[in-house]
């Protein structure tokens, strides 16, 4: 799979593949620790939660600046230290004062070291390479969390405190030994100089780009959509067994595993990846559609169009998260793909903030017309993306893609290149 990519790039996927691990293992028994260990209510871990949310989305883009100002290596090691050292201390709350102070700071450090890692990328991979980079990652991080997260049924069937323990303090180990394999394993690429390189508010001043950020962050509802609103669904809404939404979670992960390489072809450039955000709309409003149908059907017809619906998602899913990464590398300027990452980054912190409200009380609350309304707010999202990403080239004078993009005049080379 990663063959032909540079030993520095691999270097990373392994990186990757150790910090996921971790961070499956804390997937699985966070919530659990927090409840019933640390003595927290439901509430206090979702308030907890919110506010770190809104931490990571103010510091994303300043961070990325902190990480093209020191170097996207020394950044991204600085904020891995970091959230070894929130892991360990999580071991240590027993109030919510203190939980909200630790999960503000672990926000911080994730919101840092996301711009960072994307800069990494930016900066390791060729430029024809860093889409592919970024899928071949995300397979990786599937793997790994679900390796991490099977293994965190040994944690959960003992049950004990000091196994919780051993289970965080695992995780904050995996923060340090990928630091270790960044730190000592990666040439070390340059820090963007303040005086040379773009202001560190050039992101947030670039509105077509920031407008960009705000549909990404819309169409990445559907992270919540799969894990949240979709189980919701079929316990609560429809004839389905319950058994159903193990399969349907099942199949969105080895979707992702096998085809989420296969489907970034083409989004390297511009014109395949606004195609890829427009695509990823249509596909996401189109399962959409097909829950809002499974709210006056049953029996086998009900399973079908949920697995159905499961296929179509899980294919928006991969087209969105291709075309948004093809896009935020495409319209960041030399020196500021550290800020650019991270400004990109809050358009799926947005979205994890929103998603709750949007999935839980509109589609599945309403039924089959909530279902119906979020199709058109994917389905308007994605259609805009090519319209913002075409007045994003034309503000960064790439008027040459310009005509490639969806809408935007003959096809050209990159067209081709898509078709392929």
């Known amino acids: 799979m990663s063959s032909s990519l540079p030993p520095e790039v691999r270097r990373l996927i392994a990186a990757t593949l150790v910090n996921t691990f971790g961070n499956g293992v804390y997937a ?51 904020f891995l230290l970091l959230q070894a050292v929130t892991m360990t201390a999580l071991t240590q709350v027993r109030s919510f004062p203190l939980y909200v102070a630790v999960a503000a700071v672990t926000a911080i450090a994730d919101s840092g070291q996301r711009g960072a890692k994307g800069a990494l990328i930016a900066g390791l991979a060729p430029a024809d390479q860093r889409v592919r980079t970024r899928a071949i990652l995300r397979v990786t991080t599937n793997i790994g969390m679900g390796v991490g997260m099977g293994l965190a049924g040994i944690v959960l069937a003992v049950d004990r405190r000091e196994v ?57 509802m559907h992270n919540a959509m799969a ?32 085809l989420q390489i296969r489907v970034a072809r083409g989004t390297e ?49 991969m087209l969105q998260s291709a075309g948004g990464w093809g896009i935020s590398f495409e319209l960041a300027p030399a020196g ?17 903030l929103i998603a709750p409200f949007v999935l839980t009380v509109v589609a599945v609350s309403w039924g089959w017309p909530g279902w119906l309304l ?11 993306i090519p319209v913002v990403v075409r007045r994003a080239r034309s503000d960064s004078d790439g008027l040459q893609q310009v005509a490639e993009l969806p809408g935007g005049g003959e096809a050209g080379p990159v067209t081709a290149d898509r078709a392929g």
């Open 269 to 317: 450039h511009l014109a395949g990846a606004a195609q890829a955000g427009r695509r990823a709309g249509l596909l996401l409003a189109l399962a959409c559609a097909v829950l809002a149908v499974t709210d006056v059907t049953s029996g086998a017809v009900t399973i079908a169009l949920l697995v159905l619906a499961a296929i179509v998602h899980v294919l928006g899913e």
């Open 374 to 384: 979020t199709a058109t707010i994917f389905l308007l999202a994605g259609a805009f």
């Open 164 to 220: 919780y323990v051993i289970a965080l303090l695992a995780n904050a180990a995996t923060y340090l030994v990928t630091a270790a394999l960044v730190r000592w394993g990666m040439p070390k690429l340059p820090p963007v100089p303040r005086a040379t390189g773009p202001s560190g508010l050039t992101a947030l001043r670039d509105r077509p780009f920031l407008v960009f950020v705000g549909l990404d962050g819309l169409l990445s």
């Open 336 to 352: 500021a793909q550290g800020q650019y990452q991270g400004a990109y980054a809050m358009g799926h912190q947005l979205g994890d």
């Open 227 to 258: 894990q949240i609103a979709i189980p919701l669904w079929v316990a609560t809404a429809t004839d389905a067994p319950t058994w159903l939404i193990s399969v349907l979670l099942v199949t969105n992960a080895i979707a992702v595993i096998l």
């Open 28 to 78: 699985a028994v966070g919530a659990l620790y927090l409840t019933r260990i640390a003595g927290l209510s439901v509430a206090h871990v979702g308030v907890g939660l919110t506010i770190a949310g809104l931490v990571g989305l103010i510091v994303s883009t300043p961070l990325g600046v902190v990480a093209d100002r020191l170097g996207p290596n020394r950044a991204y090691v600085v």
